[in-house]
């Protein structure tokens, strides 16, 4: 209850109050009296002080003294049946008479009776309706929680959706139904009921349900999976029902459910499948979906990045039969998408979209937000009125390696160990043909762990690796390792999760891939998926121990090999390793291109130096 009730409450309360004093004193009539006890009584009767004697049915006794206007009371209910008392006054000459208690004092006790209890009503509703507001959540807890925005209202369009354009076309017949119902129920035609928008998260599969309610201009109902279910039973249900309700008085309508995975699950895979209440509210959402016509102008629209473990039921022609992938953008779609997060913000003329699209390869639309808030945030920092290039540079390795810690405090030792291995990395990867080509080296160390990083940046999106180009990326991951063993004769922790990643890819390609000349195009191992987890736990063995053994021969011989391949290039390129560790150490930031140009110089001079050594032999 917010101040403003409160008020309220207290200002009826007042003036029901000041209502009760006025009608007391509108409809009492009498005088104040003085109270007199029985004794006294008797005794100014003994000494013939009374006038007259006013006798209530109450039991009090009112009574006048002679040449005195004030009004004397004594209670005394047994002096009516006292014949001697009575006698006593008649022979004194007082005037006894008699009243019966009504009228007036049939209202007071009405109105003392009544005004509190309609004042206790009155507080009681005012209470309870400021309880039962929309925005407490202390009784609401059946309504349904969905926002709903309305026509005109944060208006989203397709034009502010980007990257997406497979999706965007195939909504596009959703909107074109919205608007002309009539030219599809003339041809028999049936919207399908549910459509499902599956993607990982940050592809913009709420943006584009918003976006089809703002081109087709009607409501748009958003709710969260997860806000249907509740700790008491029938409370999700609940929910679903009234939220139907609510679309169909607002029909036509988009009912969009985020996150649906949350109370979409399939039934039955908990622990010992019980009925809970999240199965419960499921069921009232197949029953709902199946309940309203789809010429009633209502689409229901969920989002989720797990349609594996969705209920088979909801997905059955008639409720969510029609699927729309939401990918991760290429590099068009990232361009589009840059583009229109840099709509109204300050960019100087330097920034160079494609290629900011091309060096973030892999990021949704919702990283590419994150990219250019960042990117204005060091602005703004800096106190410019435009976002640089550099901004843009900076922000990138911020996503992706985290800010900078350039206050953590490295000795000159370590330092040149990071450097060898950051080199290490970059050498690998750029003398080997199908590594991914080199676009930054740092020693600066970055987020948590990160004392250093090599990025690599693919030319173009893939959607296929070869064999050879896993390999060389095993050979790229331990090329740090190799750096470090070669130049210190030592190792160190470094590498450890290099080491971990090597390994799974390796094993991937053994037991997933069949990449293994020795084992053959087969799978080994099924994985075990429970939906009521959403996650691996367990990975079934469908192999023998000897097959086992087999497969971690394997795994260990890639490794091995990549690792030896990594060492022999580095030994090869000593020379050019040392002199850009140098210049590493220096600047702690060296660019790919940079890298790629004193690799060729160096090898260059290398080449000049043998021909000038095989002319001299000659000459000799």
Request: glycine share 8%.
């Amino acid at each position: 209850m917010n101040r403003m009730n409160l008020m309220n409450i207290v200002i009826a309360v007042l003036v029901i109050l000041s209502f009760f004093w006025f009608a007391k004193a509108m409809y009492s009539t009498e005088s104040p009296t003085i109270k007199v006890d029985y004794t006294k009584f008797l005794r100014y009767v003994d000494k013939g002080l009374i006038s007259d004697v006013l006798i209530n049915d109450d039991g009090s006794v009112k009574f006048h003294l002679k040449g005195d206007r004030r009004l004397y009371e004594v209670y005394a209910p047994w002096i009516e049946k006292d014949n001697e008392l009575l006698k006593k006054l008649a022979d004194k000459g007082v005037k006894v008479s008699g009243e019966k208690s009504i009228s007036s004092s049939v209202w007071v006790n009405v109105l003392g009776t009544l005004i509190p209890t309609l004042l206790l009503i009155f507080v009681w509703i005012f209470v309870m309706r400021a309880i039962t507001s929309r925005g407490n959540s202390a009784m609401t807890f059946t309504r349904s929680r969905a926002r709903m925005f309305k026509p005109g209202e944060k208006r989203v369009t397709f034009k502010d959706v980007a990257g997406v354009d497979e999706a965007v076309e195939e909504l596009q017949e959703v909107v074109d139904f919205l608007k002309n119902p009539a030219k599809y129920n003339k041809i028999g035609a049936r919207m399908p009921k549910g459509i499902l928008l599956v993607g990982p998260p940050g592809t913009g599969k709420t943006l584009l349900a918003r976006a089809v309610a703002g081109e087709a201009n009607v409501p748009f109902f958003h709710i969260s999976g997860s806000d249907f279910v509740e700790l008491f039973v029938g409370v999700g249900a609940a929910r679903v029902r009234d939220l139907f309700n609510q679309a169909k008085s607002n029909a036509p309508c988009i009912v969009f459910i985020d996150e649906i995975d949350a109370v979409g699950r399939h039934r039955g895979a908990g622990l010992g499948g019980g009925h809970d209440e999240r199965e419960q509210t499921l069921n009232q959402l197949l029953v709902e979906m199946d309940g309203f016509d789809s010429r009633e102008g209502i689409i229901v629209m969920a989002a989720t990045n797990r349609p594996d473990i969705l209920d088979p039921a909801l997905l059955r022609p008639g409720r969510f039969d029609k699927k729309v992938v939401v990918d991760p953008p290429d590099v068009r779609g990232r361009e589009e998408i840059l583009k229109i997060h840099m709509r109204g913000k300050p960019i100087a003329e330097d920034v160079d979209v494609k290629i900011l699209a091309k060096r973030t390869t892999g990021f949704v639309g919702a990283d590419l937000e994150n990219l250019i808030n960042e990117a204005a945030l060091l602005a703004a920092r800096d106190g410019r009125s435009v976002i640089t290039m550099a901004d843009f540079e900076e922000a990138i390795d911020r996503v992706i390696a985290g800010p900078a810690r350039k206050s953590r405090v490295i000795s000159q030792k370590e330092k040149k160990i990071i450097a060898y291995h950051e080199v290490g990395h970059a050498i690998v990867s750029t003398v080997l043909p199908s590594a991914d080509p080199v676009h930054r080296i740092s020693i600066i160390p970055r987020g948590y762990k990160a004392l250093g990083y090599t990025l690599q940046l693919p030319h173009e999106d893939k959607y296929l690796i070869f064999k050879q180009e896993m390999l060389d990326r095993i050979s790229t991951m331990l090329g740090g390792r190799a750096a470090e063993e070669i130049v210190f004769g030592d190792i160190t922790s470094g590498a450890a999760n290099d080491i971990e990643r090597a390994t799974e890819m390796a094993r991937s390609m053994v037991c997933e891939l069949g990449m293994s000349d020795r084992l053959g195009p087969l799978a080994w191992g099924k994985t075990e998926r429970e939906v009521f987890l959403g996650k691996d736990l367990a990975r079934m063995r469908n192999f023998s121990e000897e097959v086992a053994s087999e497969i971690d021969e394997e795994v260990k011989r890639i490794i091995t090999d990549c690792y030896n391949r990594a060492k022999e290039i580095l030994r090869n390129h000593r020379k050019q390793m040392d002199r850009i560790v140098e210049i590493l150490l220096e600047k702690e930031t060296i660019e790919g291109d940079e890298l790629r140009k004193i690799l060729q110089s160096e090898l260059e001079d290398d080449e000049e130096a043998e021909d000038y050594k095989v002319d001299q032999e000659v000459d000799n």
